[in-house]
């Protein structure tokens, strides 16, 4: 089965909808609590692929997200 086999498309799909002031947020301090959560909740793929993302220097489009996370979804 292929690692992104693991991520569950449905946080893909909401991962998709994050608009630069969502990934401006997840830059700031401010959202320790969200990273402490993911950390706790998520498995290490689903962190992996949002740090990776937060990372950018630039908003991710929907192609850095299907990139980074291994699929491709239907209906961008």
């Given at each position: 089965m292929p690692p992104h086999a693991l991520v569950p498309q449905w946080s893909v799909e909401l991962v998709r909808k994050f608009d630069a002031l969502d990934w401006l947020f997840l830059k700031h301090q401010l959202s320790t609590p969200f990273w402490t959560a993911l950390h706790l909740d998520a498995s290490a793929l689903v962190r992996h692929t949002m740090?990776?993302?937060?990372?950018?220097?630039?908003?991710?489009?929907?192609?850095?997200?299907?990139?980074?996370s291994g699929l491709k979804l239907k209906n961008p």
């Open positions: 740090a990776n993302l937060a990372a950018q220097s630039k908003t991710p489009t929907v192609a850095d997200i299907d990139r980074e």
